[in-house]
Nanobody, 127 residues
Framework: QVQLVESGGGLVQAGDSLRLSCAAS????????MGWFRQAPGKEREFVAA????????YYADSVRGRFTLSRDDAKNTVTLQMNSLKPEDTAVYYC????????????????????WGQGTQVTVSS
C-alpha cells in the first residue's frame, strides 16, 4: 500500500508556472506507475499525464502537451508535474495517483486503472 500527498498548488496568473509534487510513502515507489488527474468544478475528473515505472514512457493529455512536464525521482519517492504557460482552463483540483499493476514500461490513462489517490491540491489560474 502507498500513501500519496500532493503539494505545490496555488493561485497564479495566466502564463505563469507552477510545480506540483506528489510524495509517496509506505511501499516501494518503483512498483508504481504514476499519474496526475484533475477535476474542475462541475466536471468529471480527467487525465493529465502519466509516467511508467521505468520513467522512460510518459504520456500527456492533448490539452497540456507541450506545456506540462512529468518526471519521477525514485530515490526521493516523488513525482513532479511542472506546469508552464498556465491557462484559466487549467484551474482544477489536481490529484496524484498510483497504479500497482503496471508493467515496467507501461502507464495508465484511465481512472479505474489506479489503485491509490492523494487528497488533491488546488490550482487556480486567473485571467
Amino acid at each position: 500500500q502507498v500513501q500519496l500527498v500532493e503539494s505545490g498548488g496555488g493561485l497564479v496568473q495566466a502564463g505563469d508556472s507552477l510545480r506540483l509534487s506528489c510524495a509517496a510513502s509506505g511501499s516501494a515507489f518503483s512498483r508504481y506507475a504514476m499519474g496526475w488527474f484533475r477535476q474542475a468544478p462541475g466536471k468529471e475528473r480527467e487525465f493529465v499525464a502519466a509516467i511508467s515505472r521505468s520513467g522512460d514512457n510518459i504520456y500527456y493529455a492533448d490539452s497540456v502537451r507541450g506545456r506540462f512536464t512529468l518526471s519521477r525521482d525514485d530515490a526521493k519517492n516523488t513525482v513532479t508535474l511542472q506546469m508552464n504557460s498556465l491557462k484559466p482552463e487549467d484551474t482544477a483540483v489536481y490529484y496524484c495517483a498510483a497504479d500497482s499493476t503496471a508493467l515496467w514500461n507501461s502507464y495508465a490513462i484511465q481512472r479505474r486503472q489506479y489503485d491509490y489517490w492523494g487528497q488533491g491540491t488546488q490550482v487556480t489560474v486567473s485571467s
